[in-house]
């Protein structure tokens, strides 16, 4: 087994269930997953595009170019190797200094 880089490359969340388990992608989220599992995400993300155009979903250039889209790169990994990546990436994201809004109404206790 492997792991696969699966992209939501669409604008809009992406809720589905794998074996009754919901995923949800937010839009243009990239994160390793199980080979069978991105595919399965892949094609259902793809269902979804291409209702929304009206077009059937047997049309296999626009398919074929949608699910490309899914997979943004040829890296394979491990699955250990893919949780680790994943794991990494949400300490990063966890790291992000916010800056806090509205600085200058904050109330000034001396002041009081």
């Known amino acids: 087994m492997v792991a696969v880089k699966f992209r939501n490359f669409t ?3 992406f809720v589905w269930k794998y074996d009754g ?3 949800e992608f937010k839009a243009g989220q990239e994160i390793f997953l199980e080979d069978f599992k991105a595919e399965h995400f892949a094609k259902h993300l793809v269902d979804r595009e291409i209702n ?3 077009k059937r ?3 296999a250039p626009l398919r074929a170019e949608l699910t490309a889209k899914c997979f943004p790169s040829d890296e394979v990994v491990t699955p250990l190797e893919a949780l680790n990546l994943n794991e990494k ?3 990063v994201k966890k790291l992000k200094k916010v800056e806090p809004e509205f600085e200058d109404l904050k109330v000034n206790k001396k002041t009081k």
């Open 57 to 59: 979903t047997d049309y």
């Open 21 to 23: 388990v919901p995923f």
């Open 89 to 91: 990436e949400k300490v």
């Open 11 to 13: 604008d809009e969340d």
């Open 52 to 54: 929304k155009l009206g």
